[in-house]
């Protein structure tokens, strides 16, 4: 495959991008993977067939920008949904847009094909007047329910001084739980993070934390009790496929350049 950068500045940019593409195709279990910079804005890139290509694609082209958010309940801000949907009735994003409001992040739900209007209409500033500066919604990465294959719009909370980010955490994997059938990743945070995520789960036993990548969430495990000792066991739905993708994303760090297929 032939990858081409954008906003790659400088030869120093061009050589991390590639190191985070090599480092990701490795971790992935790709043995001697080729990653060669082959212009001024390409890379290419030589590996064995794959039978999952598509996972393959995902590592070379999602940026990696993660970060661990706090959450609403939806309970706590649904109603400033419908208040928007009431203030423009002629919008009718009530046809698409599904609302909620449980004891859980996700306020509403649509079809993948709908979100790119539900973003739209999110965008306007007379719905982001009615949301309030301290909501940020985010689709979740996949099916929020496994009876619909509808997306969940998490809500996010709006506080980049509480979150943390990639240089906070240290290490992720992907493993079976010892107490069950499900998927856990485990992950360690840096000594800095360490402290971080005490403080943020200790303000937040009960609630939600919403682990998102690019913007969307990939996952928002229930917080049981204050973690201080810099490592937790998040179970989730994924597959195991999806955890190890997972993993390896945050594992490698985010992608200096943008990166789009040929």
Not at 210 to 230: F, H, K, M, S
Request: proline share 4%.
């Amino acid at each position: 495959a032939v990858v081409s950068c954008s906003e790659a500045e400088s030869d120093r940019i061009m050589q991390n991008t590639a190191d985070v593409l090599q480092k990701r195709l490795e971790m992935h279990g790709i043995r001697k993977p080729e990653v060669e910079i082959t212009g001024a804005d390409q890379i290419t890139v030589s590996i064995p067939h794959q039978e999952n290509m598509d996972a393959i694609r995902r590592l070379l082209c999602t940026e990696g920008r993660l970060e661990l958010r706090t959450t609403f309940f939806s309970a706590e801000v649904s109603y400033r949904l419908m208040q928007a949907m009431d203030a423009n009735p002629s919008d009718s994003i009530s046809a698409i847009l599904d609302i909620v409001s449980f004891r859980s992040p996700c306020m509403a739900s649509a079809d993948a094909e709908d979100t790119a209007k539900v973003n739209e209409w999110l965008s306007k500033p007379e719905v982001r007047g009615i949301l309030g500066k301290n909501l940020r919604p985010m689709w979740t990465i996949g099916p929020v329910y496994e009876a619909e294959e509808k997306l969940g719009l998490i809500a996010v909370h709006e506080d980049k001084q509480s979150m943390l980010n990639h240089e906070d955490i240290a290490d992720a994997r992907a493993q079976h739980s010892s107490y069950s059938d499900e998927v856990e990743v485990r992950i360690s945070m840096t000594e800095e993070g360490k402290e971080k995520w005490a403080r943020m789960t200790g303000d937040n036993v009960g609630r939600c934390i919403a682990i998102v990548i690019d913007d969307l969430v990939y996952i928002y495990p229930n917080v049981a009790e204050q973690i201080t000792i810099g490592k937790c066991s998040i179970t989730s739905d994924l597959t195991m496929d999806e955890a190890e993708e997972l993993a390896c994303i945050i594992n490698s760090g985010p992608l200096p350049a943008s990166v789009q297929i040929l």
